[in-house]
C-alpha cells in the first residue's frame, strides 16, 4: 500500500529517530515522505534528505522537504506532528497552551484544506491531547474520529516497568492501558493488565508497589528522561508514534492506549480527546467501554479528566477552538 506521510519538525530529535524508523517499521509500504519544518531548519532539512536517500530504502517512494505546511500536508494519508513549543523554565502550563494553541490551529487550517479527507492526524507535541483538539477544531472537513494523541509511549513505559519488575518478557504482556491525559494525571490502568493470561496484581502480589511505585514512575516518566538525559524523549517517542500507526492500520485484535474524540466514556466530558482502550478494525478506531473499572481507579479517572477539562476550559477562553 502506497502511503503518504508528513512530519512536522522533522529535523528535531523526534523527527530525525522517526524518520527512519517509520522506514523500517512500514517496510510493507510504499512509502511517500514528506519532512517539515522551520525555515530556519532548512539545512538540516536539507542533511536528513540526504541520509534519508543514501539508507536507500527498498520502500521509499520518494522524500520532499519544506517549510511550507500547504505544500507538506498536500494529499497526505497521515499527519505526525511532532513540532511544537517546548515547556522552558520558568513557563506556566497557560503560556504552552497559548504558543502551542496557535500552532497547531494553523496546522489543522492547512491539513483542512490539503490533506486527503481520509488523512489520519496524530499529534505528539505537548500537550498533545489539547493540541489534538485544537487542530481538529480548525479541520472542519476532517472527522474528528481521525485526530489522534499520543499516549502510546505511556503505554510502552508501563508495560516495560510490569515486566522488568516480573521477571518477563514484554511480550507476555496485554490489556496495559493508559487512561486519560498524557500528562503527570495520566493513569496507567494497572488492575486491567494482564501477565501471560493472568492478572498482574496477582502475578506481582504488591499492591502498595502499584500504587506507590509503578503508578507514578509511569507518570513522571518523561520528565525524569528530560532531567537525567536533558533533553526530552526522542528515540522511545518516535518507537511510540510507529507502534501506533502499526495498531491504527492493521487490525490486529488486540486493545492499544490511544487518546481519541471522547462520547462521555468511563465518565469523561463529552468532546475532549482523551487516551482509552481502542480496537482498530480496517483503520477504524472503537473505544473498549465496557471493561470494569473498580472505585480506586475511578478516583484516578476523575482527576486526569478534570485536567482535560481544564485545559479544555483555558483554550476555549484563548479563542482556540473557533466559534
Known amino acids: 500500500m502506497k502511503k503518504t506521510i508528513a512530519i512536522t519538525g522533522a529535523s528535531g530529535q523526534i523527527g530525525y529517530a522517526l524518520t527512519f524508523q517509520l522506514m523500517h517499521v512500514l517496510k510493507e509500504d510504499t512509502i511517500r515522505l514528506h519532512l ?13 534528505k540526504m541520509e534519508v536517500e543514501d539508507c ?13 505546511l500547504a505544500e507538506g500536508f498536500k494529499n497526505v494519508d497521515w499527519a505526525l506532528l511532532v513540532g511544537s513549543m517546548p515547556r522552558k523554565e520558568g513557563m506556566e502550563r497557560s503560556d504552552l497552551l497559548k504558543l502551542n494553541g496557535a500552532i497547531f490551529k494553523k496546522q489543522g487550517e492547512m491539513i483542512n484544506e490539503h490533506a486527503r479527507p481520509t488523512v489520519k492526524v496524530l499529534v505528539i507535541g505537548n500537550p498533545c491531547n489539547t493540541n ?9 472537513n476532517i472527522p474528528d474520529e481521525q485526530f489522534f494523541a499520543l499516549t502510546m509511549l505511556d503505554q510502552l513505559r508501563a508495560e516495560a516497568q510490569l515486566a522488568i519488575k516480573a521477571n518477563i518478557p514484554v511480550s507476555d504482556i496485554s490489556d496495559m492501558i493508559i487512561f486519560g491525559n498524557h500528562s503527570a494525571t495520566q493513569f496507567p490502568a494497572y488492575p486491567l493488565a494482564e501477565i ?4 498482574a496484581t496477582d502475578v506481582i502480589n504488591d499492591l502498595e508497589w502499584f500504587k506507590s511505585e509503578f503508578v507514578p514512575t509511569i507518570q513522571k516518566r518523561g520528565a525524569t528522561v528530560i532531567k537525567t538525559r536533558g533533553a526530552s524523549s526522542a528515540a522511545s517517542a518516535a518507537n511510540a508514534i510507529c507502534e501506533t500507526i502499526r495498531c491504527v492500520d492493521h487490525s490486529t485484535g488486540e486493545a492499544f492506549s490511544l487518546g481519541v474524540i471522547s462520547n462521555g466514556e468511563y465518565g469523561a466530558h463529552p468532546g475532549l480527546i482523551v487516551s482509552y482502550p481502542c480496537i482498530s478494525v480496517n483503520g477504524k478506531i472503537t473505544v473498549q467501554d465496557q471493561w470494569p473499572i473498580d472505585d ?5 479517572l476523575e482527576l486526569t479528566f478534570d485536567e482535560l477539562k481544564k485545559e479544555h476550559d483555558q483554550v476555549e477562553s484563548m479563542g482556540l477552538l473557533g466559534s
Open 36 to 48: 517539515i519544518d522551520l525555515p530556519n531548519c532548512q539545512n538540516a532539512l536539507e542533511a536528513l
Open 56 to 68: 536507500g530504502f527498498k520502500n521509499l517512494d520518494s522524500v520532499m522537504i519544506t517549510t511550507d
Open 132 to 140: 489534538a483538539l485544537i487542530a481538529s477544531k480548525h479541520a472542519p
Open 196 to 199: 501471560d493470561g493472568k492478572k
Open 296 to 300: 480506586q481507579s475511578k478516583k484516578y
